[in-house]
């Protein structure tokens, strides 16, 4: 474990709310002292650091990988922050992303067209983890004279289809 400013500004404050609440029970400060110190480590780890993990929505990152982002697609929101940080597909060919991606999940409607954009792939992020979390992430990739332009992340709400 890494001790971080954050880590022991929570561990106090977790310490002053314990040694509050065991200060109702007994009046001798050195037991109540002694009692707070010890059940404030449990107090963090099973109580706090918990919930933090469930209602915040930090999740790993990793270096961009072609075998990783075909292979498992669920976690492609962890490699999407270095592929776009690298520029790692700026100014490649559509060949040369479908080699690196896979081939396009789905182009995206051109109300101009009434038909699919084939100058806009786009492909599924996953879901990033987190206890309220209701959109997926989903990154559209924009070409112009078959070179990479631009590389949009976006979110769209999760729907479930319904079975008959």
Known sequence: MIITTPLVVMMCII???VFL???????RKWLTALVSLAITPFAYFY???PMINIFSNYHHQKYFSSELWKNKPALRYELSDDMIAS??????SKQEVESLLGTAE?????EALKDHN???WNYALGIEPGAFNTEKECAQITFK????VDINIYKE????????
Do not use: H, P
């Open 15 to 17: 310490f002053v709310l």
């Open 21 to 27: 609440f065991v200060k109702t029970i007994d009046r």
């Open 47 to 49: 109580g706090v650091y």
């Open 87 to 92: 520029e790692i597909l700026l100014g490649k």
């Open 106 to 110: 789905w182009m995206s409607w051109s």
């Open 118 to 120: 084939a100058n806009k």
């Open 145 to 148: 004279n078959d070179t990479v």
């Open 157 to 164: 709400a999760i729907t479930f289809d319904a079975k008959d």
